[in-house]
């Protein structure tokens, strides 16, 4: 069991792990939502998202999780009987079909299989075999798998078909690039607790003129996801809110995105890809498996192929109750086989080095035969290389 020594650490790729400023700034007293204070807050968010989403189309906002989100974009674009395209790699890839298929649409579903890529070649055929299709939903960062597809790609093959390209990119905002206006991608969807380092209970949808044009012309049941009254408020000077925001969630996005900023979008960009290019680089040290393609691109999530005899239920488990690591195990018909550790949001090196320490001693321990160290190694190898071995948030985090 765990000694009272033994400190907590959250590996997972939601809820990720706070800034001490943001746990900080909940603690403050409520305040109201129509009052000026909160006002300038709200402005301030609705900026800064904006610069973080690569766009200047409005983000519009919804106390939910990140499925709320793309609920709001499923009520908003797709039409009863109306032919709409998912194009799947995993859990979260299904969960767009299971909202189209909730809304009424005449579903057409691409699986490009658990663990692998959403290819641009795919999407093209079937866009050609099916000219009516108006919108195609897609996944920037599958966390199921760890894949991470190429959205560039994928819009230019949809605008192509003048078609709209929507995108669930709850954990991969703010942790990989996705400029949205560059690519031409029409909707982005995402949340706040993941590479956005608060809690759960904010999502967010951006959408361009020409899914607001089509969503305002679009019949369904929607009310609170409507988002022509959340673009309304928004769109007033000072910006206002059809309905009661989540006051404490915004206060912490507005430091959080304080952060984002200080530490500069690229920078952030590239500490993640230095935590997944180590994180990879210790999974073949101890001589496994990953899960999905050898991808330069899969910073969010690491999910590793587990030795055969090895319990996948249990590797999380000990790591939780032995050393106090918290990592993801596997989801669906991926339970029992493979291990996440997620690197999105508030991390650094020395938090990857302990999650993998941890981890060789948990396989060790399970009857795995894989050298204590090799991973931390080579995992050390890759940060002392970079030249910066202690890379971590920015310093007011």
Request: hydrophobic share 45%; proline share 6%.
């Amino acid at each position: 069991m765990a000694d009272a020594y033994v400190k907590s650490q959250l590996m997972t790729a939601g809820p990720t792990p706070l800034p001490p400023a943001v746990s900080q700034v909940m603690a403050e007293p409520i305040i109201y939502h129509r009052a000026p204070a909160f006002i300038e807050i709200y402005a301030r968010c609705l900026e800064g998202l904006k610069r973080v989403f690569g766009t200047e189309n409005d983000v519009l906002c919804f106390a939910c999780s990140g499925s709320g989100a793309m609920e709001s974009a499923v009520a908003n674009l797709v039409r009863p009987s109306q032919p709409a395209l998912v194009a799947s790699c995993g859990k979260f890839g299904e969960r767009w079909v299971e909202l189209c298929e909730g809304f009424g649409a005449e579903l057409v579903h691409h699986d490009a299989g658990w663990g692998s890529k959403v290819e641009p070649e795919d999407l093209d055929r079937l866009l050609g075999e099916n000219p009516s299709v108006d919108v195609c939903f897609t996944t920037l960062s599958e966390t199921s798998t760890g894949v991470v597809n190429d959205i560039a790609a994928l819009a230019e093959v949809a605008g192509s078909h003048d078609v709209m390209l929507a995108v669930d990119a709850v954990s991969g905002l703010g942790a990989v690039p996705i400029p949205q206006d560059d690519w031409g991608v029409d909707v982005v969807v995402s949340g706040s607790q993941k590479a956005l380092m608060c809690p759960p209970g904010l999502g967010f949808a951006s959408a361009s003129e020409r899914a607001l044009r089509y969503a305002a012309e679009t019949p369904g049941r929607r009310f609170y996801f409507d988002w022509e009254k959340t673009v309304k408020g928004q769109r007033k000077d000072p910006p206002d809110t059809p309905f009661t925001p989540a006051v404490t969630l915004f206060r912490a996005l507005d430091v959080a995105l304080g952060l984002i900023e200080e530490e500069g979008l690229e920078r952030v960009f590239e500490r993640h890809r230095l935590l997944g290019r180590a994180s990879r680089a210790a999974v073949r040290g101890l001589e496994l498996d990953l899960f999905g393609p050898e991808d330069e691109d899969a910073n969010v999530v690491t999910a590793i192929d587990l030795p055969d005899g090895i319990d996948g239920a249990a590797v999380p488990k000990r790591m939780r109750e032995h050393y106090g690591i918290t990592i993801a195990g596997g989801q669906n018909k991926l339970k029992g086989r493979i291990a996440r550790i997620a690197h999105c949001g508030y991390f650094g090196a020395f938090d990857i080095l302990t999650a993998l320490s941890a981890l060789e001693m948990t396989l060790r321990e399970l009857g795995a035969e894989v050298e204590l160290g090799a991973g931390v190694a080579a995992a050390q190898r890759v940060f002392v290389e970079a030249g910066e071995p202690a890379m971590a948030p920015a310093a007011g985090a």
